[in-house]
Every structure is written in C-alpha cells, then in structure tokens.
C-alpha cells in the first residue's frame, strides 16, 4: 500500500493570544521534529507552518509525524515542559493497528498530536520547490 503525502495542506496558520508562550511551545515541538523555526518579535515561520499575534486564538487540530514512539514520547515530555497541557498520554490508539500517538493543548487549547503510524519508507525526505527556469 502506498499514501501520497504533500499535495494538499500549502500551510497553516495559527493565531495565538499570547504569542510569546506560543512560540516557546511550538520551537520546543519543532526542535523535536528536527525543523528550524525561524522566530521574530511577532511571527513563528517553520516549513508550512506560520504563527502570529491576534485578538482571538486558532481551534485546530494540528499532528506532528514522528518517525518512531521514541519521538511521541519525547514531543509529549517536551510540550509540556515548554508549557502545553497533556490530552492524551504517549500510547497506543485505536484508530487503526499501530497508531501511536500523544496529544496536548497548546497554550491557546488548540490540539496538537504527535503521531507514529508504524514503521514507515519516505519517498523523499522533503519536497523542493523552485521557480521554472526562465524561456
């Protein structure tokens, strides 16, 4: 079986009401991931995911791929620490046979998700876009 992935979501975007506490909470998820955060004084940007200042706070559920348990484990202790709230323990789920996975509240209640789907082979490590040559 095969499942395409990085057709469909451009990017996300995150309105926190208090953006400092998110950025802290967020860059500590992202170190986990092994993806840079480029952060300023009023925006969070990393890959396709942008957070920034607003007056009413995001309700989304956002799921962070982790490459083994070890990474759900490890996202689960470091959202908390960096002062996300547990909704949901590092364990098997339900879903389907394999699903691993921890779940906590960012500092605006949206749910983030670490998930291990089971073992896994990625095509490529990342997709990369470039402009068309010129004519």
Do not use: C
Request: aromatic share 8%; net charge negative; proline share 5%.
């Amino acid at each position: 079986m095969k499942l395409h992935r990085g057709r469909l979501i451009d990017h996300v975007h995150i309105r926190a009401t208090d953006f400092p506490a998110s950025a802290r909470f967020y860059r500590a998820l992202l170190d986990v991931v092994g993806i840079e955060a480029q952060v300023t004084d009023d925006h969070l940007a990393a890959d396709e995911l942008w957070i920034d200042h607003g007056e009413q706070g995001s309700r989304i559920h956002l799921a962070f791929q982790a490459v083994d348990r070890e990474m759900v484990d490890a996202g689960h202790k470091a959202g908390l620490a960096a002062g996300g709230r547990d909704n949901g323990a590092p364990g098997e789920r339900d879903y389907h046979p394999g699903y691993y996975a921890a779940f906590l509240l960012d500092p605006d209640g949206n749910n983030i998700e670490f998930v291990y789907h089971g073992p896994f082979r990625k095509s490529a490590d990342s997709v990369e876009i470039s402009a068309p040559d010129p004519d």
